[in-house]
């Protein structure tokens, strides 16, 4: 409960924070169109010359477009802003005034910050794959909503934890940031199903970098292709990689010296 208190605290705070920039809405806004444009100019481009990718028909993949954006929203509102706090704080030495604070460690490094006018990007993913599922007469099943949200959850928490893994090992390398400018030429990929790429890289965006499980499962949920055995694969490696995770950053916290030592 205190650490729900602390989250909703900060969340208020970033809000608020926000609110001072108003104009950053509006640049937002155009943003995320130019961004949907592009995307929505290279499905008409795909599907000019083919009537299937990967398996994927056109309305199939303005879903996985629509799951992409939605993902993409959450991780620059809520997950991006606090990993690259934390790593400017780790090689600045200022993370003592996060660790000296009385709630747990991992908890208070990941809810700092909050970018408002990111959620435009989750509002137009959701009208996006609105529209997706109106094209597909999709008929809305207890199921299929449910594996939706689990393996879009488990998605964002698989997110997270690579984040924080990569974040973590600014306490004994300097040049990190430039690994997690990597995240966003990686994250594009996502746009398009894991299954349409040769069998290396769909292993290393499932496994390596979980692209896989943010964007592809959670829209195979929505089309029907999601089996039992793949939802349970997502959330043993959601329960492996926090784990693995937190176990790094407390390693990572026990070498972690300040600026003033």
Not at 119 to 145: C, E, F, H, K, R
Not at 207 to 221: D, G, H, M, R, S
Not at 229 to 254: D, E, N
Request: net charge neutral; proline share 2%; charged share 10%.
């Amino acid at each position: 409960m205190h650490g729900l208190r602390l989250a909703f605290n900060y969340l208020r705070i970033g809000i608020l924070n926000e609110f001072q920039y108003r104009a950053n809405l509006y640049i937002q806004i155009l943003q995320t169109f130019i961004a949907l444009g592009t995307g929505l100019i290279g499905l008409n481009l795909v599907f000019s010359q083919t009537s299937q990718l990967g398996g994927w028909d056109r309305t199939e993949l303005l879903a996985v477009m629509g799951v992409f954006i939605l993902m993409g929203g959450i991780i620059r509102a809520a997950i991006q802003p606090n990993m690259q706090r934390l790593m400017e704080e780790i090689q600045e030495g200022m993370l003592d005034y996060a660790l000296t604070k009385p709630a747990d460690a991992q908890l208070l490094i990941s809810v700092r910050e909050f970018r408002l006018w990111q959620l435009v990007d989750v509002v137009t993913g959701l009208i996006v794959l609105g529209v997706a599922l109106a094209q597909l007469n999709w008929s809305i099943g207890v199921w299929a909503v449910l594996g939706f949200f689990s393996a879009l959850v488990m998605g964002a928490v698989l997110i997270y934890c690579f984040w924080l893994m990569i974040t973590s090992t600014a306490f004994w390398f300097i040049r990190v940031d430039e690994i997690a400018n990597l995240f966003e030429g990686l994250y594009a990929a996502g746009r398009w199903p894991v299954g349409i790429y040769p069998n290396w890289l769909r292993f290393a965006l499932t496994f390596l970098i979980p692209v896989a499980f943010a964007v592809t499962v959670p829209a195979e949920a929505l089309t029907g292709r999601l089996n039992f055995q793949t939802w349970l694969g997502a959330l043993a490696l959601t329960v492996a990689l926090f784990i693995a995770s937190r176990a790094l950053l407390k390693f990572g916290l026990r070498s972690y010296s300040g600026a003033s030592a």
